[in-house]
């Protein structure tokens, strides 16, 4: 009973082995995600188009409930730059932003989230976050990091401009240059120049100066958090409000009301389909970084309790006021070289922007929009990886094909448009590439068992059997392909009275394609040759067991391609072994 609970309450695994010096790690390490979570969750919230402080609330229960059920020791959960992006573009067409039906349907699109990856951990349905290739969520993830870069100068340059898509937003920031506002101007580039420095160069500089690489790392981390409180400063020391520079205003205190959602069914439906791609973007990223920090330690990630846990965590987004969260992957890896050992450092992280929010919120009255949304131009940029492309391009055409359709996409239509054109030519490739299977023809190498392909080494060939090697499952879309080239090899082999299919890459043999074996079969009976298979895999024999194929094939089904020529070709066999002897002769005179 015990084990069974703890299955889906991890905690109460790790709980009984925890101490003082796991404690310590976790207390250090949730103070320095606490410092680096606080400007990034009032960032990712005005991003989202909601109050800054509604960042702060998604910063809290979520972690509390993936503490209780996350299987990772060092995961982050909260707000994430391109799942802000994505409630934006879900919610920006339908309310207006900051207003309060804008928030209310911020925690129920959380809330949607939340019971779909709940859903799919019930149905052990982790597996189709697989169809967003790697490719597809590299290229989405760039684009994305582009798109909000540039929905970002508007707060930089101080003007009023807004756009869908990158063409709209850069039309738009060239249309109103001349109203830039200079003050505005000099807060934002100023904190860019600093954001940027702290982040690439201060570790350098402190470690010149003596001090130690995980402290000078540390420090640079926090480095948002020192922009803030400058900006702060200097805004209030200057009266750069009264001068036109925007601020944040008073943000109100207090711990969030525990509440549901207002469950509008209608609305419920429009929002249903971004609620999914949600789920699935944030459960991937969220995966993959967990899964990357576990193997340095050698830990073990349960992708269907992740499910469960952040499906956990987006519902307490929603009770709390909050909108959708997942794994980020910077403060994950903070959270990991900081030295946590267990989810309870999110917990503690929660406590600390608990805090933060009962007793310094009035300090964030006069922060500038300007600092903000330079801390989210220096995160996104860091997650641009137009490289990747190019890399991508060299290995796999077809991928790099669906990773620009995937960027091209997010830049010029939208969000959600993007990651649905680049999983649709994604899954179009994939039917595409494996219509077409690679089918060899093999021969034997000389002295030994193996069989290769006749076009690449010097084999061996029956001139009684015909060894065809198909290096692929068989299913409708290569059914009627694997007919056409059984057909073209029997005319290029017309001594051939036999015709040994070698399965070892096929791992599935659906209905149509039982159906084209049947047709084959039928064909070279007419035509006077027999069909065999060889090294037929298990689970796909269990399935030929329960049908008439086998009856009606005529041929035999062989353990290796070698046991098949030994029965039906003895003699070419046998000249394959005079070979070997041949060889090995020629070795033992050079030798003596």
Partial sequence: ????????????????????????????????????????????????????????????????????????????????????????????????????????????????????????????????????????ISGFISASGILIALGQLKHILGISTGGENAVELIWGLLGALSQMHLPTFIVGTT?????????????????????SPHIAGTLSKIGPVAALLLAIAAVSVFQLADAGVRVVGAVPGGLPSMRLPTLDMTLALQLLPAAVLISLVGFVESVSVAQTLAAKRRERIEPNQELVALGGANVAAALSGGFPVTGGFARSVVNFDAGAQTPLAGALTAVGIGLTVLLFTPLFRNLPHAVLAATIIVAVLSLVDLSALRRTWRYS????????????????????????????????????????????????????????????????????????RVDESLYFPNARFLEDRVAELIGRYPQAEHLVLMCPGVNLIDASALESLEAITARLHTAGIQLHLSEVKGPVMDRLRNTDFLAHLGGQVFISQYEALLALDPDTTHHARERQRECFGNIKENAG
């Fill in 397 to 468: 055409r077809q991928d790099a094909a669906a990773m620009a359709a995937t960027m091209l996409g997010v830049l010029l239509i939208g969000v959600e448009s993007g990651i649905l054109l680049g999983v649709g030519l994604s899954l179009l490739l994939f039917l595409w590439r494996t219509s077409q299977p690679h089918i060899a023809v093999v021969g034997q190498l000389p002295g030994s068992e193996h069989f290769r392909n006749i076009e690449r080494f010097a084999v061996i060939q029956s001139p009684r059997v015909l060894s065809v």
């Fill in 1 to 136: 009973m015990k084990q069974r609970l703890a299955r889906y309450l991890p905690i109460l695994e790790w709980v009984r082995h925890y101490d003082r010096a796991a404690a310590a790690k976790d207390s250090l390490a949730a103070l320095i995600v606490t410092l680096m979570l606080i400007p990034q969750s009032l960032a990712y919230a005005m991003l989202a188009g909601l109050p800054p402080v509604t960042g702060l609330y998604a910063s809290m229960l979520p972690l509390i409930a993936y503490t209780l059920f996350g299987t990772s020791r060092t995961l982050a959960v909260g707000p994430v730059a391109v799942v802000s992006l994505m409630t934006a573009a879900a919610l920006g067409p339908l309310f207006a932003p900051g207003s309060e039906e804008y928030a209310g349907a911020a925690m129920l699109l959380a809330l949607l989230s939340g019971a779909v990856l709940l859903l799919m951990a019930v149905l052990r349905l982790g597996f189709l976050a697989n169809f967003l290739s790697h490719p597809v």
């Fill in 191 to 211: 904190s860019l120049l600093f954001l940027y420095l702290v982040r690439s160069r201060l570790s350098t500089w402190l470690q010149r100066l003596g001090m």
